[in-house]
Structure formats: structure tokens, C-alpha cells
């Protein structure tokens, strides 16, 4: 393998510097020698040359070659500027801050109307180019924006202590779903995304075949008070329940 990198280096470094005719002559004595496709050899060469990481019989090497000129690389000029991006901002706000898809092909109706409504004021320049933009381009503008107004730490169910073989457990297969009494229960927080001190939580229990659902507030997540509210809601059902699925969370 030592050898065989060597090798590989020594001749990317000709193949880089060779003409045309000449990259031809050295490619097809590299793929006699080392047995490679002349497409995947003529790649390798390539990166060689530019000190690209590469691998070599499913090896990994980072070969430091000459330096790449960066004079010949082209930068896209900036199309949507600050001004541009203010006024997204401004029109994302006011539709509820709706995805790229779906404000891309409305911001022709609504800037107008925003405009005659006195809630927007821009250049023309600025009009045209809000009006072309891309549901891409509208991602990755309000990307930074995006991420301020996401919402963190919402959930708060957490695994049971309980192991799986203390609790009679039925598959997929025992699962009847086409007769009712096969209910999904889970718990809906009020603590306003702040989970400190006591909060009311309502319990949510609906059969999957039919659809019927009762709720019942319960004063907190210990287990009591869920116990408690699933015993009512037993009650409540007009017909016995007789499966319960839910999620792994301390309380169930």
C-alpha cells in the first residue's frame, strides 16, 4: 500500500503538469499498472494533484499538493440585499411566518395590498426582486430568523423506570383494531411552556376504530391523578375498553 501511494502521488504530480496527449499516455500506463476503470483513475489523478482527501482500496489519505490559484474562481454577486431581506422579513411577519413554499407564490398578491395598505414601503427595485424570489432563496434568507423563533423544550414526557416484561405487552398482531375498545391515551400540558410548579394536563382518550373520544382534566402528571382520570374515563366510554396504547412516559 506504501509503495502503491507513492507511485500514485509520483504520477498525479505529471498528470496535473502533462498536456492533453500526454494525460492520455500517463492514464493508460496508471490503469495497466494499478488495474482501476480508466474514469475512476483519471478522478483520482485529479485530486491527487489538488491535495484532496482520497482513498485507495477503501483506505483514507489526505495527499497535501500544490496549492489551487483562487483568481480563476467565480463569486455569485449578491442579488437579494439588506433592503430585499428587511422586507421579507417584514411580509413573513405579517402572514404568520408561513415556510418558502407557501409565501413564494402569494408575495405577488400580498406586496401590492401591503403596499396600498401603507404596512410596506419600498423601491420599485426592491418590489421586482421580492416578487421573483425563489421559495428556496426565501429558506435561506430567513434561515437565521428562523432558528430565533423556534420553539425548544416543549415535551416533557420522559421514559418509564418499569421494564417492558412486568407489564403484559401485546404485538401488532394481537391488536384488533376493527372492533372498538382499542383506545390511544396521551396527556396535553397548559403550562404555557413553562414547566415550573403545578399545572393542570388533559388526559385524551380516543378509540382508533371508531373514533370516539372523551378528555377528562386532571390535576397534575403524577401517576395518582392519571390513574385517577383513567378510571373516570373508563366510566365515560359506552363501550368496555378493553386495549390502551400510549407513549413511554413516567406517568402511564
Known amino acids: 500500500m ?33 488495474g482501476y476503470r480508466r474514469c475512476y483513475a483519471s478522478w483520482l489523478l485529479r485530486m491527487l494533484g489538488k491535495g484532496h482527501v482520497f482513498y485507495i482500496d477503501r483506505k483514507r489519505y489526505v495527499v497535501k499538493g500544490e496549492k489551487t490559484s483562487q483568481k480563476g474562481i467565480r463569486k455569485r454577486p449578491i442579488v437579494y440585499g439588506q433592503e430585499v431581506v428587511d422586507a421579507l422579513k417584514k411580509v413573513w411577519y405579517i402572514l404568520d411566518m408561513p415556510c418558502g413554499k407557501r409565501l413564494a407564490p402569494y408575495l405577488k398578491e400580498i406586496v401590492p395590498i401591503l403596499e396600498t395598505k401603507g404596512e410596506l414601503k419600498i423601491s420599485n427595485e426592491v418590489k421586482e426582486k421580492l416578487i421573483k424570489i425563489s421559495a428556496a432563496s426565501i429558506d435561506r434568507l430567513l434561515k437565521e430568523e428562523r432558528k430565533r423563533w423556534r420553539i425548544k423544550k416543549r415535551s416533557y414526557t420522559k421514559p418509564g423506570s418499569l421494564l417492558k416484561k412486568q407489564i403484559p405487552i401485546k404485538t ?25 410548579g403545578i399545572y393542570a394536563q388533559t388526559l385524551d382518550a380516543t378509540d382508533v376504530f371508531c373514533g370516539w373520544t372523551e378528555t377528562i382534566c386532571v390535576e397534575n402528571k403524577s401517576q395518582m391523578k392519571v390513574f385517577e382520570g383513567l378510571r373516570k374515563i373508563e366510566k365515560q366510554f359506552p363501550f368496555p375498553i378493553v386495549g390502551i396504547d400510549s407513549d413511554n412516559g413516567a406517568e402511564f
Request: charged share 40%; proline share 2%; aromatic share 10%.
Open 2 to 34: 506504501a509503495v502503491k501511494k507513492k507511485i500514485s502521488r509520483i504520477v498525479a504530480e505529471r498528470y496535473c503538469k502533462a498536456r492533453k496527449k500526454e494525460k492520455g499516455r500517463i492514464l493508460d500506463e496508471f490503469v495497466k499498472v494499478f
Open 172 to 196: 401488532f398482531a394481537d391488536w384488533n383494531e376493527n372492533r372498538p375498545g382499542f383506545i390511544e391515551i396521551d396527556l396535553v400540558d397548559h403550562s404555557g411552556g413553562l414547566a415550573r
